[in-house]
T-cell receptor, first 116, second 112 residues
Framework: AQSVTQPDIHITVSEGASLELRCNYSYGATPYLFWYVQSPGQGLQLLLKYFSGDTLVQGIKGFEAEFKRSQSSFNLRKPSVHWSDAAEYFC??????????????FGKGTKLSVIP | ETGVTQTPRHLVMGMTNKKSLKCEQH?????MYWYKQSAKKPLELMFVYNFKEQTENNSVPSRFSPECPNSSHLFLHLHTLQPEDSALYLC???????????FGDGTRLSIL
């Protein structure tokens, strides 16, 4: 079975600083990888996804993530954080269920606080 | 507007009540999902429906009963819940195959 580890529960950065959120996964085959963001009182919004091809993927809101198979990682980065980026971020790995849909396994999330 | 609408947004109920959560997706997707989000725990997949057929049931207690009358609507019927069932219940949908899931804003459920 697949699993996802987000080692940082809470990260605080200053506005304008760079950001990297870590994600490590365990999965026996080529994974489908996702980053989602959740603002308070809201559902999850997809930031970006990796299915295949270029290992550096671009997402919305200026985020990018790099898939490193050798390290089983899919870290999320942003060069300059804005106050509106304060939220909780979830990494997820997807696996087909063999019935036309697939299951996402989520990490526990990293809460990002931004200091003005 | 996320394309996935959940009602109600908040629900408070006693342990003996019966209530239902509703989810509607306007994205033309074929698969729908129920997740439970509790504090300090990863999102837990509860049920998966694909083309109205239940394809996954992740050992969810029978006090949770899903219903999927068509590909656009998904319900979660609740009865005789326990305090530990208090959580945010999220609905999601996706196109069939390995496509990203789109989430609603959830229903915050509190059991008294």
């Amino acid at each position: 079975a697949q699993s996802v580890t987000q080692p940082d529960i809470h990260i605080t950065v200053s506005e304008g600083a760079s950001l990297e959120l870590r994600c490590n996964y365990s999965y026996g085959a080529t994974p489908y990888l996702f980053w989602y963001v959740q603002s308070p009182g809201q559902g999850l919004q997809l930031l970006l996804k990796y299915f295949s091809g270029d290992t550096l993927v671009q997402g919305i809101k200026g985020f990018e993530a790099e898939f490193k198979r050798s390290q089983s990682s899919f870290n999320l980065r942003k060069p300059s954080v804005h106050w509106s980026d304060a939220a909780e971020y979830f990494c997820a790995v997807g696996a087909g269920s063999g019935a036309g849909s697939y299951q996402l396994t989520f990490g526990k999330g990293t809460k990002l606080s931004v200091i003005p | 507007e996320t394309g996935v609408t959940q009602t109600p947004r908040h629900l408070v109920m006693g342990m003996t009540n019966k209530k239902s959560l509703k989810c509607e997706q306007h994205l033309g997707h074929n698969a729908m999902y129920w997740y439970k989000q509790s504090a300090k725990k990863p999102l837990e997949l509860m049920f998966v429906y694909n083309f109205k057929e239940q394809t996954e049931n992740n050992s969810v207690p029978s006090r949770f009963s899903p219903e999927c009358p068509n590909s656009s609507h998904l319900f979660l019927h609740l009865h005789t819940l326990q305090p530990e069932d208090s959580a945010l219940y999220l609905c999601a949908s996706s196109q069939d195959g390995a496509q990203p899931q789109h989430f609603g804003d959830g229903t915050r459920l509190s059991i008294l």
